[in-house]
């Protein structure tokens, strides 16, 4: 089945946007196929003026039978006009989105009811390239701005100027946590992308993460981080900046709850971790260690052990905290059992024990708590903490002793190095209490959860925060410093939301499932939140209540 991009360009002339709805008929040298339910899922009111909106369609009968249309011979675009509607239609381009090639329709008329369609024939050649730019603005104090924002972009072969950018989409741009993204449409291929230069005119400082930039048409994408002030207030005072390609960001996008909110699945009563393998989640949960297969649908209600589906329970006891695979291994934090430790599964049996290890702390004394661990599947090596993360009690980095594990030896971790956390200016600390969850994706950034329902942590002292790290070498006494990289919020694009009056962030895990392995499930990240029976048993009662969130890279 092939897929396209379909991407309509309205005109800029006064009325030219409709709310009416349309058709394409699409006639191909080996098939024809007709397109119909046109809704820009990042566009709330479509075919307004200027707008250039983006949709994707598949090529098949029925929704099902693959049809591949071949060369696309002509279009026909039929407008749904009501009496004295019109739209200003300027063209048409459909990709197709595996062998990258591109049609472009010109039409440059006015659609209404009295004249509602239109048929056309492609371009002989290219008329336009198609870039879809997202700007992201940080999260810092007072970062965002209501200035005028120009950007030039400088390919090999040539480059584009933007005057005043515009999401079409966000009425108030460029606000603390904001992602907006627009499409352009240049007359001319840029080539391999080399630099932007971004700035504004001074109506207030704004806090730049970074910009990404896509070719629609051959999906290859550029990043150019920046992670700086653009303001004479703030940085070196530069209210422009010039940005060379660096190395991809860490942004997300909440995606939606599954299993639906509010749910008691059997498992999520004092619900504190998750991790994965290549084809199982690991579900850490009151004392209890579930393993479930990828393709189990984590919406139904499941309450113990059934080999036959090849769901495992192991009740291990105590405080479980959230853990993480690697190796073949599960590696669990536990609390209240003593001094707080590490043990270790086979994720062939999770029932037998391997090993444990004690967790020490530099000074010789034992941990006061631990909620979470995570390894860096680029380097095997764990990363941990106390209860709490502040100036004087940072990140434990331990490496693994594998042969240690194997023989059931109790001290196969060893400090290997130290990480504290700043803020986007690299001034403060940034102090993390109540720590619930960790996780790392494969480019080395550390994910981290904390908050609890009691502290008031529903704005930037909780919810869910992200930090490059470097390569560390080994030095257990010295601390490495990290600057964070992107954080949660409560109503922007990287949404955890979560109340003090029961709610309350756990463990997260990093996962790409944008395959449909996962029922129900897409995105990379997967973050845990609960309903704590504790604090709502007077209005629910029951069981935690599990929310369980996901968020796709964008």
Known sequence: MEKYKVIIRTGTQKDAGTDAGLKIVVEGSKNKITWDDFDDVNDSDDLERGDINEYDKKSAFLGIIPRDLGDIKQLTVTYSAKKNDSWYLCSVSIINTSTHKQWDFIANRWLTNKMPSVTLTPSSVPIYTYYKVFI????????????????????????????????????????????????IASEKDLGDLKQITIGHNNKGGWYLDGVKIINMKTNQEWNFPVYRWLSESDDDGKIERTVPVGKEMTHYKYIGEYPPGDREPGWSNELNGICHDDSNWYIIQDGNIWKFPVSHDLNTTVKKEDLSKQIYKYHYGHHLGDSDCYNKYLFVPVTKDGAPYVVVFSTDDIHKVVARNVMVLPNGKAFSDMAWLAINPNNGLLFTSNGAITKNDPIYVYSIDFDKIRAGESNFLKLYAQVNL??????????????????????????????????????????????????????????????????????????????????????????????????????????????????????????????????KKI
């Open 136 to 183: 992201y603005t940080g999260e810092a104090d007072n970062a965002g701005t209501d200035a005028k924002v120009h950007l030039n972009i400088v390919g090999n072969k040539n480059s584009y100027y933007l005057s005043d950018v515009n999401d079409p989409n966000d009425s108030d741009d460029f606000e603390a946590g904001d992602i907006n993204q627009l499409i």
């Open 422 to 551: 700043k803020d986007e200016e690299f001034d403060d600390y940034v102090e993390r209490d109540c720590m619930q969850g960790g996780c790392f994706d494969g480019s080395n950034n550390l994910h981290l959860s904390n908050g609890y329902y009691k502290n008031k942590h529903s704005n930037k002292k909780g919810g869910i925060t992200v930090f490059e790290i470097p390569n560390l070498s080994y030095n257990p006494n010295k601390i490495v410093l990290v600057k964070i990289k992107a954080r949660s919020n409560q109503n922007h694009a990287f949404r955890f939301q979560f109340n003090s009056y029961g709610q309350e962030p756990e463990g997260l895990t990093y996962w790409d499932l944008d395959n449909g392995m996962a029922p129900g499930i897409k995105g990379q990240l997967h973050a845990i939140m609960i309903e704590n029976n504790a604090a709502s048993n007077f209005f629910n009662g029951g069981d935690d209540d599990l929310y369980f969130k996901h968020f």
